[in-house]
């Protein structure tokens, strides 16, 4: 039993900024690859920004200089911090993690998402 509580979402105009945050919190022993994701409407889901355990990110090209991943292993939350918000940008941002759980096995978990809203 895992579960992924994501913040920071809300009404931006363009051109500004957003963190958004996401901590895990349940059972298991360690948290691997962490990431985040958006959908808008009409669109397909696509990735945003994803970061390993050990540190290693890789982002969108759309999203490069203007974002950054970061994780707090200590607090078990993966955070996102994106700047020079374009309308374009508003959709639900969806938080993703693996967990490897006590039982050795591998988890896959999505949160619940948060809106992201980019206009004037």
């Known amino acids: 039993q895992v579960q992924l509580m994501e913040s920071g979402g809300g009404l931006v105009q363009p051109g500004g900024s957003l963190r958004l945050s996401c901590a895990a919190s349940?059972?298991?022993?360690?948290?691997?690859?962490m990431g985040w994701y958006r959908q808008a409407p009409g669109r397909q889901r696509e990735l945003v920004a994803t970061?390993?355990?050990?540190?290693?990110?890789n982002y969108a090209e759309s999203m490069k200089g203007r974002c950054s991943i970061s994780r707090d292993n200590t607090k078990n939350t993966v955070y996102l911090q994106m700047n020079s918000l374009k309308p374009e940008g508003t959709a639900i941002y969806h938080c993703?993690?693996?967990?490897?759980?006590?039982?050795?096995?591998?988890?896959?978990?999505w949160g619940q998402g948060t809106q992201v809203t980019v206009s004037s």
């Open positions: 349940g059972s298991f022993a360690s948290i691997n690859a």
């Open positions: 993703k993690s693996v967990f490897l759980l006590r039982s050795g096995r591998f988890y896959e978990h």
């Open positions: 970061i390993s355990s050990g540190g290693s990110t």
